[in-house]
């Protein structure tokens, strides 16, 4: 039962450089999410997707794009990275209820140096 | 929109003592209230959530918190302290948009 997968674990890029965090989950969840998280500051809200074939943004969109290509997974890509955007990046998803809790992947920790 | 507040970044107790943690929200719908705990390096894992059906709720590990309308808090305690509850703890909320919004984490330590 792998729940979010997420990769890949570790990730360091070059100013400029593009990547793609890819997500996958097998709990037939309607939503996902993409997180980043940084010191003191808790998890912001990227992009997410309510259901298969919509996304919308969260707090901090800027410098992301997000593709839901299809019920499972969910990407994100950074299409020129920059220093900002080093942090540690979470997927999750979640039924598409309010009172139910998101699972959440391992996380990247992603670096641009 | 909703929110919430954790008070302080980090708590430091000594193992068997009481461990509080305090969450405040802000919703314009009735809420949807967690607490995740985040291990070092690893992703995060659901402790408890209120969901309206009882006030006070249970979660792992001996966990629990205290849903507060009137004070509009929501926060967790433990009676009992163990080395093994030392990580970053995180409170969330959600509405009608089904968005997860967390607070900015309060890291405990635990003292031998």
């Known amino acids: 039962n792998a729940g979010v997968t997420q990769t890949p674990k570790f990730q360091v890029l070059k100013t400029g450089q593009s990547m793609t965090l890819q997500c996958a989950q097998d709990?037939?969840?309607?939503?996902m999410y993409w997180y980043r998280q940084d010191p003191g500051m808790g998890l912001r809200l990227i992009y997410y997707?309510?259901?298969?074939?919509?996304?919308d943004k969260g707090e901090v969109p800027n410098g992301y794009n997000v593709s839901r290509l299809n019920k499972r997974e969910f990407s994100l890509r950074l299409e020129s990275a920059a220093p900002s955007q080093t942090s540690v990046y979470f997927c999750?998803?979640?039924?598409?209820?309010?009172?139910?809790?998101?699972?959440f992947g391992q996380g990247t920790r992603l670096t641009v140096v | 929109a909703q929110s919430v507040t954790q008070l302080g970044s980090h708590v430091s107790v000594s193992e068997g003592a009481l461990v509080l943690l305090r969450c405040n929200y802000s919703?314009?719908?009735?809420?949807?209230l967690f607490w995740y705990v985040q291990y070092p390096n690893q992703g995060l894992q659901l402790l408890l959530k209120?969901?309206?059906?009882?006030?006070l709720v249970k979660g792992i590990n001996g966990f629990e918190a205290e849903f507060k309308k009137s004070e509009t808090s929501f926060h967790l305690t433990k009676p009992s302290a163990h080395m093994s509850d030392a990580a970053e703890y995180f409170c969330?909320?959600?509405?009608?948009?089904?968005?997860?919004?967390f607070g900015a984490g309060t890291t405990v330590t635990v003292r031998a």
């Open positions: 209120y969901t309206s059906a009882a006030t």
């Open positions: 709990m037939n969840h309607n939503s």
């Open positions: 919703s314009s719908v009735p809420p949807y």
């Open positions: 969330a909320v959600s509405g009608d948009d089904y968005k997860l919004s």
């Open positions: 997707s309510a259901s298969e074939g919509t996304t």
């Open positions: 999750a998803s979640s039924a598409r209820r309010m009172n139910t809790e998101a699972f």
